[in-house]
């Protein structure tokens, strides 16, 4: 595979001998065990968001674990897709419920349960491991570890002033590889809050917005309204 042609302009901050690795690790891997996402949408994260676009970067923890749920974008789920649920994942409801602040009124919402609009508009939606065996939470942390370490290192000497939006404990651990030229925002996974029945703070995603039109007169449209 030609990665400079498959990844575009994201090689510059990957390390391609590490990439490398991995990728054989899960060419035999897809072969011989059951993996989440489907092996054509491990990189979708990156295929969908420019580069030269970037703004955001979101990182969480696994993959859904489960078969036919995870598509490569973080949180998002794709009802179509053939096996897909036909409901929304509990952490995504609980993050479209975060984005959207049904305290406030509002008009006919559209909400793209993919998320693939937000990485088109420049925010990188990431898992801490881009795959994992199906049912077997962290089964692949380690694997992929270090070329996301890397990444990260890269992404904040290369590309100062971008906002990382850190959910949970494990995305968390990658604080030390982001230097301090860009901006940090650390908050409780959606699951977490699926878990105990809590809602998100609605104030991430107007944080994010308000540093985006302060530093860059910019914005991320998160959901459609329609009056």
């Given at each position: 595979m030609n990665l400079t042609e498959y990844l575009g302009e994201w090689t510059k901050v990957m390390d391609?001998?590490?990439?490398?690795?991995?990728?054989?690790?899960?060419?035999?891997?897809?072969?011989?065990?059951?993996?989440?996402?489907?092996?054509?949408?491990v990189f979708k994260a990156f295929t969908l968001c420019p580069y030269n676009n970037l703004k955001v970067i979101m990182l969480g923890m696994d993959?859904?674990?489960?078969?036919?749920?995870?598509?490569?974008?973080?949180f998002g789920n794709n009802l179509e897709e053939p096996g897909a649920t036909l409901s929304l994942s509990p952490s995504l409801q609980i993050l479209k419920e975060g984005v959207i602040d049904y305290t406030i009124p509002h008009g006919n919402i559209v909400f793209d349960n993919t998320l693939e609009s937000w990485a088109k508009q420049g925010v990188l939606m990431l898992n801490s491991a881009l795959t994992v065996e199906v049912n077997k939470i962290g089964s692949h942390t380690q694997l992929w570890r270090l070329f996301m370490s890397r990444l990260l290192q890269n992404l904040s000497i290369n590309n100062p002033g971008l906002i990382y939006v850190l959910f949970g404990k494990q995305?968390?651990?990658f604080i030390p590889y982001i230097n301090k030229a860009n901006y940090l925002i650390s908050c409780n996974h959606p699951a977490y809050h699926a878990r105990n029945g809590t809602p998100m703070d609605t104030g991430?995603?107007?944080?994010?917005?308000?540093i985006l039109q302060q530093?860059?007169?910019?914005?991320?449209?998160?959901y459609q309204e329609i009056n």
């Open positions: 391609e001998r590490e990439l490398l690795k991995v990728m054989s690790q899960l060419n035999t891997l897809y072969g011989t065990t059951l993996i989440s996402p489907n092996k054509k949408d993959p859904y674990p489960q078969k036919n749920v995870a598509t490569g974008i973080l995305a968390q651990t991430i995603f107007k944080e994010v917005n308000r530093t860059n007169n910019d914005s991320v449209q998160w």
